[in-house]
């Protein structure tokens, strides 16, 4: 099992994300729901291409931290 860090930023129009260690590897939605299946979708794609070609999973190569200023 294989967990990586996906962004979520909220738009104008929804929600867009992405996954730093899948360069490419992106979606977009309304809601935050969709946004999450989306990207869940996305990733599963993403990965099955890559195993498609031969090409090596990426190790995940980032972590996050909520930092609090005040």
Request: with cysteine.
């Amino acid at each position: 099992m294989k967990k990586f860090l996906v962004i979520i930023e909220e738009t104008k129009t929804g929600y867009s994300a992405y996954v730093p260690s899948l360069p490419g590897c992106v979606a977009t939605g309304k809601t935050r729901d969709e946004i999450e299946q989306n990207m869940y979708e996305a990733i599963n794609l993403h990965l099955e291409g890559l195993k498609a070609e031969g090409l090596p999973i990426p190790e995940v190569n980032c972590e996050s931290e909520v930092m609090v200023f005040v």
